[in-house]
Each structure stands twice: as C-alpha cells, then as structure tokens.
C-alpha cells in the first residue's frame, strides 16, 4: 500500500517533557509538511521541506523542530517550550512544492498534555 | 491578510437531501482552489481543485463552483449519503510569487441524518 503513515495515533505527555511524532511515507514525494489543526481554526503549517536534509519554518514553528535525514522520514518534535501543545497533529506530502501538486495527508496524531 | 471564511460553519440535513457549502477568500493573486473532505480523527482528502479559468467541477455527486471575480467557491452535494457527515475545508493557493502559500478554511461540519 502506498501512502503516508503517522504514529502513534494518540499521545499523552506530561508538561515538561519532549515528545517526538513520527510521519513516514511510501510515496517517493519530495516535500513534507507538518500542521496542526484545533478545533475552529484552519490547518496552520508548523514546518515544510522540500527536499532531503532541508527544511523551512512555516507559521507557527515556535516550540516545534523537526529533521529530513531520509526522504521518507519527517518527524515532529513537540518540545517544553511549546505553550499550547494539545492539537490534532496532521502530516502532509506531495511530489514537489508547485503550483498544482496534491497535498496527502496522513491520519493524524491526536496530541494531548496532561 | 489572506483569509479563507467557511459557511456555515455546521449543518445537519436528512439523508438523500442536498446541500451546498460556501467559501470566500481575500487570497490575491491567487492559483488554485481545492475542497478537502475530512472524516472525525482523519487526515482530509482532495474531492476537486479549480484553477482560475474554472467555472465548475464535479466529482460524482459532488460538484464545486467557481467565481474568482467575485472570491466565491461552493461545493454541492446532491443526494446526500450518511457517509458523506464530515468537516469539508476549502484551501485556497497563493500564486507562486507570493509564496505559493496554502491557506485553509476553518471547515464545514456536516451531519447528515437518517
């Protein structure tokens, strides 16, 4: 099956404590997103890359890092310093970052701060 | 500031009834337009995209409008079908010299009845 792949599905971490969220895929695409969605509000883009080992800050990265060792492979670091961390977490690929090129998402990781 | 606004903002309708969403954007100069549909706890999936030249879409039974003099979209949904209850999002894209930016609606969540 081709496709994007986020995990895990749900997420608890205490405050204080770092959390990295996982998103894969098999789709052979070049760019990676990551958003964050909450209730009322539209997607807001945290970081994007476009290509291996490099990668942008989107609207809201405070708080947020992440890394592009891999083409497949973009995880998303929740750290301390992220003040309003429980969101729906919501990753993304496509074949490049043009004009015209599908966003895919992927499931979703529905973070929570206790 | 570019802005997408969604209305309404929730709907119920009995099943087999239609029903159409509204979508109005202030993105300038803009690319394209695409309706997502978003299943509870999912990531969301591309129903349509409209280009600027684009008047109407249909995808099955549902059917998106464009006016871009005007900065109105409409997604159509004839017939409905319980499995049609979602949140659909409109995203607008900014042309390639302003970023190529995406952005997102806050959604319409639709609740179709039996």
Known sequence: DGGITQSPKYLFRKEGQNVTL?????????AMYWYRQDPGQGLRLIYYSQIVNDFQKGDIAEGYSVSREKK???????????????AFYLCASSRSSGDYNEQFFGPGTRLTVL | KNQVEQSPQSLIILEGKNCTLQCNYTVSPFSNLRWY?????????SLTI??????????????ATLDADTKQSSLHITASQLSDSASYICVVRASREYGNKLVFGAGTILRVKS
Request: charged content about 20%; glycine content about 6%.
């Open chain 2, 50 to 63: 409209m280009t600027f030249s684009e008047n109407t879409k249909s995808n099955g039974r549902y059917t």
């Open chain 2, 37 to 45: 549909k978003q299943d509870t706890g999912r990531g969301p999936v």
């Open chain 1, 72 to 86: 497949e492979s973009f995880p998303l670091t929740v750290t301390s310093a992220q003040k309003n961390p429980t």
């Open chain 1, 22 to 30: 996982s998103c894969e895929q098999n789709l052979n695409h070049d």
